[in-house]
């Protein structure tokens, strides 16, 4: 069926404090809905995928739309920070600056002033291009709920295509972003069928910093899109990069790696055959990037 | 249950109304409002013909419910003239026929506005990811980029 | 005879674009209708070829606020424009996934829409069948097994028995010999997928039909016309009941010609007589439930000797025409009849069907027909080239159509100059220069196609118009034609102010279009506004003047043929009087003493409709003139393709077309650079259908179209100007023309740049980036 003209009917309820949103989701399950941005819940809901009876606007619980850095404790990002927001907030863009651009290449401007971080990570889509990013940084999302507040390292965050270890009583409230290492410096690097703007059909951050633990003098994280059931590090490939010395030679070996760790599938905006040649292709032209900028 | 009321402000006015829950802000200002200048080309915040500015940030009116913006500012294209005096981006698009069917002009002036208001002076690549939201099918963007950088050369927005 | 142009020829700004850029420009859905305004929704077919068993409308009507539910045994009629091939609602049989079987009214939109969800169909599901050349077979399941009774116009040749809707024959020469002649010869097949004109406006129709029988529509159309005449007759309404009015079209692209969706909203207003009913279509529906442009395959053979002259071509056409053929069996005659592309070729063998399959509607899309086979035959002419050993600009310029050649149809070529506008974009993209790419794993290329096209029309669509003052001596032009956004508006007003001679800004075009108060336009379609429209407005405004100059003669005692109007002003240029046109045009004159009046309110009148179109041999497709005229150009394209993602990036689209006399030069360009958008933006496009039929892509999400990111780095437009015997000042038409052969001209850049060539359409950067990889192993 094509989507409906308008939105389904629903009640809207605007919540005060995080634990009447849980009281609720407690209470009416998978009838209620917490939202923020609503870009991707309202499309679902036209679609006819979800049909909640009460969305619960969560953008205004205490600190959920705040930016706190901390030269210590590294970055707090509120759940319902918007992807603009994320995108220019200078101890994102001076800190933390592979996230300014993974957030600044999603959609559209006007989408960006609704689009939020929390939601792009709770919708857990594979192509989701805060997701990499949020990998290689090594955010945690923190979540509350009946028990109270509890941190999902984003590795362990992603269970499926829109599965995340949220629980169903479960809000996300932020996501922490801890320090990065000395001397760090990260892309991402989007492949879409317009030049700006498209879902991806390949997304790759690549984050790298010297470290003299490493035998190669480098760690590198690489983190992926659209290319899996679920956005993933390509830890195989980061091995490599652990272990051999930088350049052209390594990278062309890691990018291989990581096309290897990809899964993708055939789907209507591109072959896995595509795919896979495309995480080769932006995993080498990340880690020349990054490379440079580390060099 | 299901209704709210909410106070809005559109284009300068306070405005005091009833919206249920579904309703989207494109649907209140062209059904509640009789404003039409916001446009509906798809419902799904992909194309951009309902831009307004909320607050002075555009966003996809059809993306936002009625009920969030209790409280808040919206303004139209309908709100850029003061008085029947054009905008300069108003006139650049008058000046360099950057106008075909019309039907995208709205939501792209409101764009545009913005991008001049928060830069003044953006390079050709800064208007066009700025304008990555508006489609439009007849100019080819081309006369609305020149348009817009017409305007920034005028002093902004 | 003016000396210099006062408004034609000059950029003046456009009559619309103040309304447009405030905001207060009305469309369609923007009209406000009050609190008895209905709305409808449509329940349509999930099956692509199926028999209705049943329809259960019971649960729909129960809904609180539903006021009516209408299905095709309600109507029994059909509708359509050359073949009478649509049933209103499907009644026993459906023929794509989305095909209408019924309609809801409710009062809100949300309601109806509910309701359409309960409405229960029983189907029966035949085999369907989705590519022309599967349907054209004799065993494949008949779409319209009563063809044969359908009424069609004398000029389109259906196949009854068939899913043939029409099949044109053009014998010129003798083929078969040509081929032993040729030193090279091309044979190769080509394929292009349905995609959507995608207007930024949707479509939409409010019609409220009234208990005394008066219908009245508002739509967002090209057509008023055109769409009274049909539904009028597919619903049995005597035409003057029938009242259609179109506001501002948010983009046409001719998938607002012709009637679509708008026979739904009256059909269903019937049903609750004295309310409007509003039937939108949301975005979805947009894209796969109003009409597309057709697919197509295409086998083409051509040969040239030894010096590269082309001496022979054959041609097979076979256009995907989706589920009702009523507009594409004229898509398929004009590529019929214009089979050769713009080339001299003395033999030529070419057969173009139109073939029903389980598809959305395929329908007029700016071109009709051109692009669909230009992708083909440019590519050909350019791989014909390379094996002569010739360079394709060279190859252009020899066997290019020039004025006087008998072309195709036996048709002398009327007065272009194509060769001027291939030597334009040559130049404009430094044609023969191997350029260097911007990178190391970037490779370059250049390509260009040449196009030509004619309106495709029956051959008697007429224009007409009326001038007509206000006491402050401003001009009202009375049109039928419509804005699309082409500026049909600002050119009419420039053509009534140089043709009456006053000042541009004292002519306003009358608008909405409304059939009750509007002059006749056959359609806003073809390309043929500025043409036929304009020697309408032209032949009104030289009546009206003709008149003013008759009483003022009287007035002065003087020759009419001493008198001119200049700036509003009559003036002798005996006597060196001078008169204002105020007061006189609606007031008339006083005599001497005030012994008596002359003269009155001065009405100029003017009509326009081509008489020299002759039919064509049903055998042959020869004929003395199969069309009005053609507009011809060319494109050139620099782009390059990233070989490590097969991404392309153009540097440059230049295009050069051959306007006649170009009204608006500054109009013109801005076609000239849309049409190179969306022409490329259409190299990259294609709906995408699951095995049964069901639409994969029918939204924005996936079916991306050009964003401000994607356009060329430069877009270069010329302007060339033949006169047209027959056009207002020289000019002819240029809206289709500007799209029709980019993505040729983009695949002949491509193989320019990597050596690969691609026969099937969509383009994509993985098409190209596993191809390269392919042609590597």
Known sequence: ????????????????????????????????????????????????????????????????????????????????????????????????????????????????????????????????????????????????????????????????????????????????????????????????????????????????????????????????????????????????????????????????????EASPIDDVRASAAYRKAMVRALTLRGLRAVWEQLA | MGMHSITVTVNGEKEYLEVPSHMTLLQMLREKLAITGPKNGCSAGECGACTVLLDGEPVNSCMVLAVEVDGHEVVTVEGLAKEGQLTPLQQAFIEHNAVQCGFCTPGMLISAEALLKRNPHPTEEEIKEALVGNLCRCTGYIRIIRAVQTAAEKGGA | MMAEFSSVGKNVPRVDVFEKVTGSAIYADDRQFGAGLYYGRLVRSPYAHALIKKIDVSKALEVPGVKAVVTGKDFPGRIGLYLVDRPIFAADRVRYVGDPVAGVVAVSEEIAEEAARLVEVEYEELPAVFDPLEAIKPDAPLL???????????????????????????????????????????????????????????????????????????????????????????????????????????????????????????????????????????????????????????????????????????????????????????????????????????????????????????????????????????????????????????????????????????????????????????????????????????????????????????????????????????????????????????????????????????VRVSAPIDTKYSPYEWQTVASRITWSMGNAVKAAAEDAKRQILELVAEHWDEDPEDLDIKDGK?????????????????????????????????????????????????ETGQGTRAVVHYTVGAQAVDLEVDTETGQVEIIKIASAYDVGKAINPDLVLTQIEGGAVHGMSSTFEALKFDEKGRPLNPSFVDYRIATAADIPKEIHGDIVETPLEDGPWGARGIGEHVMVQTAPAIANAIYNAIGVRFNELPLSAEKIFMAMREKEE
Not at chain 1, 16 to 31: M, Y
Not at chain 3, 442 to 468: C, D, E, F, T, Y
């Open chain 1, 1 to 260: 069926m094509l989507a409906r003209p308008g939105l389904p009917r629903f009640d809207y309820v605007r919540a005060e404090t995080a634990d009447e949103v849980v009281r609720l989701l407690q209470e009416r399950g998978e009838a209620a809905r917490p939202f923020m941005g609503g870009t991707d819940l309202f499309v679902r809901m036209r679609d006819g995928v979800i049909h909640p009876q009460v969305v619960v606007d969560v953008k205004y619980l205490p600190g959920i739309r705040d930016v706190v850095y901390d030269a210590q404790a590294g970055l707090t990002v509120g759940a319902a920070v918007t992807m603009n927001e994320v995108a220019r907030h200078p101890d994102v863009v001076a800190h933390y600056p592979l996230l300014a651009e993974a957030a600044n290449s999603v959609a559209s401007y006007q989408l960006r002033n609704r689009a939020t971080l929390g939601g792009n990570l709770c919708n857990a889509s594979p192509a989701a291009d805060t997701a990499p990013a949020t990998l290689v940084l090594e955010g945690r999302i923190v979540l509350y709920g009946p028990d109270g507040e509890r941190e999902v390292p984003a590795t362990e965050f992603f269970l499926g295509p829109g599965k995340t270890a949220r629980g169903p009583a479960e809000i996300v409230t932020a996501i922490r972003y801890p320090l990065p290492p000395k001397g760090a410096a990260g892309r991402y690097l989007k492949l879409g069928r317009n030049k700006v703007g498209d879902l991806s059909i390949v997304g790759v951050a690549v984050f790298g910093f010297p470290d003299e633990t490493a035998p190669s003098g480098y760690r590198f994280r690489i983190g992926l899109a659209s290319v899996a059931p679920v956005p993933l590090r390509a830890t195989a490939a980061e091995e490599i990069l652990a272990e051999e010395p930088p350049g052209e030679e390594t990278f062309v070996k890691a990018a291989e790696e990581a096309m290897n």
């Open chain 3, 144 to 506: 319209h097994p009563d063809l044969g009774s359908y009424k069609v116009a004398p000029f389109i040749h259906p196949v009854p028995g068939t899913n043939i809707s029409e099949h044109f024959k053009l014998r010129r020469g003798d083929v078969e010999s040509a081929w032993s002649q040729c030193a090279a010869i091309v044979e190769e097949e080509f394929r292009l997928p349905q995609i959507q004109h995608v207007p930024i406006e949707t479509h939409v129709a409010v019609a409220i039909w009234e208990p005394s029988g008066e219908v009245t529509l508002w739509t967002s159309s090209q057509s008023p016309f055109a769409q009274r005449d049909l539904i009028a007759q597919s619903l049995g309404i005597p035409h003057g009941n029938l009242r259609v009015i179109s506001p501002y079209v948010g983009g046409g692209f001719g998938g607002k010609a012709g009637v679509s969706i708008e026979v739904y909203a009256v059909a269903m207003a019937r049903a609750v007589m004295g309310h409007p009913v509003k039937l939108r279509m949301t975005r979805e529906e947009e894209f796969v439930g109003t009409t597309v442009r057709q697919s197509l395959v295409a086998h083409v053979k051509v040969g040239c000797d030894a010096d590269g002259n082309l001496l022979a071509m054959e041609v097979s056409y076979y256009f995907g025409g989706g589920a009702y053929n009523d507009y594409g069996v004229n898509i398929a005659r004009a590529a019929g009849y214009s089979c050769t592309g713009p080339y001299y070729i003395p033999n030529v063998k070419g057969d173009s069907y139109c073939v029903y399959t389980n598809q959305p509607i395929g329908s007029a899309m700016r071109g009709f027909g051109m692009p669909e086979i230009h992708w083909g035959l440019e590519q050909a002419m350019d791989q014909l080239a390379e094996k002569i050993g010739m360079d394709p600009v060279e190859f252009r310029r020899r066997n290019c159509v020039k004025t006087g050649q008998i072309i195709a149809t036996g048709m002398t070529m009327p007065n272009v100059d194509l060769v001027a506008c291939i030597d334009k974009v040559a130049k404009a993209v430094n044609w023969g220069k191997k350029e260097p790419p911007s990178a190391p794993h970037k490779k370059r290329g250049k390509g260009l196609a040449i196009m030509w096209k004619a309106p495709a029309m029956p051959p008697n669509p007429g224009s007409s118009a009326i001038v007509r003052f206000n006491e402050d001596a401003t001009v009202n032009v009375e049109i039928g034609a419509q804005e699309l956004g082409q500026g049909a508006f600002t050119v009419a007003a420039q053509i009534a102010a140089e043709a009456l001679g006053v000042p541009y800004d004292w």
């Open chain 3, 570 to 618: 009559v003036i002798s240029y005996k006597s060196e009087r001078e008169l204002s046109l105020k007061g006189l045009v609606v007031y008339g004159l006083p005599n001497e003493d005030f012994e008596g009046w002359k003269g009155g309110p001065i009405v100029g009148r003017g009509k326009f409709m081509p008489t020299y179109v002759t039919s064509l041999d049903p």
